[in-house]
């Protein structure tokens, strides 16, 4: 195992093409679909958080109980719209790039929108009148109630971002593992590892571990005194 292990490592150290490939094709799908839903969730958790109205206690419900919706869900419901005979098999999206960031924006969005509601749900009440009183409107009253928040904000970014560079189900569904095009870091590990090629899937683990330790520090650590 130690063996295994020292060549794993050598992987990564020497810049093996197949293993530098799919680690920053990971990070490209993850950072593009989370950057996607984050566009998406801003604005709704900034509008429930500010706005009372019938139906938003519904809303969040459903916000929460998504975070926690299974990934092979949402593959099979994107492959549903996708797929061939499907609404929008006339796309080509099927086993490409576009259908893997689709189906982790769709992962990440109620992740991003849920923990953003309850950052910005926390602020001072009396924020948005003193700023009505000052004459601060539009974007840049909402623009500095984020910021007031911006800690949890960037949280509930991070947080999101680590719920789809782990993911397996959405990557396999969606992408079909093919090489040099939709391998994934998740992908290609199950995929070595049947195959008994435990240096590669080794060497891939090894970089998700540290992906995941990043994010992990500047969640409890970076941000703390931001």
């Known amino acids: 195992m130690g063996g295994v292990f020292i060549r794993a490592v050598e992987l990564i150290l020497k810049g093996n093409r197949e293993v530098l490939f799919i680690a920053s094709t990971s990070l490209r799908f993850a950072l593009t679909s989370t950057v996607l839903a984050t566009v998406c969730a801003l604005p709704l958790g900034l509008f429930l958080s500010l706005s009372p109205f019938k139906g938003k206690k519904l809303i969040i419900v459903l916000m929460n ?61 009396s924020l948005p009148e003193t700023l009505d009183t000052l ?38 569904m969606l992408g079909g593992n093919i090489r040099w095009y939709t391998r994934t870091i998740t992908t290609t590990i199950a995929l070595e590892t049947s195959k008994g090629n435990f240096e590669l899937a080794l060497a891939l683990g090894i970089i998700l571990i540290v992906i995941s330790l990043s994010i992990n520090f500047l969640l409890h650590v970076g941000f703390r005194d931001a």
Do not use: C, H
């Open 65 to 125: 109980s998504l975070m926690a919706l299974p990934t092979v869900v949402i593959g099979l419901l994107v492959y549903s719209f996708i797929s061939k005979n499907a609404p929008f098999g006339n796309l080509g999206l099927l086993f490409s790039p576009g259908a893997i960031i689709i189906g982790q924006l769709l992962l990440a969005f109620p992740i991003i929108a849920s923990l953003i509601y309850s950052a910005l749900s926390n602020r001072d009440p």
């Open 135 to 172: 004459g601060i409107w539009g974007i840049r009253k909402y623009f500095i109630i984020i910021m007031e928040a911006k800690t949890a904000v960037l949280s509930a970014l991070l947080s999101g971002f680590g719920r789809v560079i782990g993911e397996v189900g959405v990557s396999m």
